[in-house]
């Protein structure tokens, strides 16, 4: 079975500029979420996805990130514009349904760093 | 809103030794699950063990297993007979038992675990 994938694996930008990243889940796999991992520090949610619908986005700085899944599969979450604070691995896990014990698989992570 | 605390950044093991990652959290809530991940370098995070918080029953898989202390709101990990790669940060989280409503994970700030062979 195929892990999730996300590409690209390592950004860089200049501060202001935008950037965009992508996320396909695990087949079959109708949860979705982002996450933020600053160094130094644990991942801490951006956004969850059921499907194509946001189940919760309270975390997600919505001045300058957005995300969608559309057709509740592949996802992409955008920046723009990037601010210096903004460097991190952004992982992207899934899991097959919602439901507290369910497992979540992560992605290998793309890290982003701002100049 | 919950909070996780890993209050060990590193900790230092050596080989076939048992060492023990603590972890404590603040909730609320009575039905929860927590989660011990680990996160190998420039490799993908996975899971290693979940403890549901109305079981009484410490979790184990294996080489590792959990102490929960559900009153004082602690969650160690126990790694039996380490090998070198165990060697990795390791995350403390948790999750609400929500009904299948939001239901991501709140992690700890890691501990980073070394494996002197």
């Known amino acids: 079975e195929a892990g999730v994938a996300q590409s690209p694996r390592y950004k860089i930008i200049e501060k202001r500029q935008s950037v965009a990243f992508w996320c396909n889940p695990i087949s079959g796999h109708a949860t979705l979420y982002w996450y933020q991992q600053i160094l130094g520090q644990g991942p801490k949610l951006l956004i969850q996805?059921?499907?194509?619908?946001?189940?919760?986005d309270s975390q997600l700085p919505k001045d300058r990130f957005s995300a969608e899944r559309l057709k509740g599969v592949d996802s992409t979450l955008k920046i723009q514009p990037a601010k210096l604070e903004d460097s991190a691995v952004y992982l992207c896990a899934s899991s097959h349904r919602r439901g507290s014990g369910n497992e979540q698989f992560f992605g290998p992570g793309t890290r982003l760093t701002v100049l | 809103a919950q909070t996780v605390t890993q209050s060990q950044p590193e900790m230092s093991v050596q080989e076939a030794e048992t060492v023990t990652l603590s972890c404590t959290y603040d909730?609320?809530?009575?039905?929860?699950?927590l989660f011990w991940y680990k996160q190998p370098p420039s490799r993908q995070m996975i899971l290693v063990i979940r403890?549901?918080?109305?079981?009484?029953q410490n979790a184990t898989e294996n080489r590792f297993s959990v102490n929960f202390q559900k009153a004082a709101k602690s969650f160690s990990l126990k790694i039996s007979d380490s090998q070198l790669g165990d060697a990795a940060m390791y995350f403390c989280a948790y999750r609400i038992h929500s009904g299948g409503g939001a239901d991501g994970l709140t992690f700890g700030k890691g501990t980073h675990l070394i494996i002197q062979p």
């Open positions: 909730t609320s809530e009575s039905d929860y699950y």
């Open positions: 996805f059921q499907n194509n619908g946001v189940v919760d």
């Open positions: 403890q549901e918080a109305y079981k009484q």
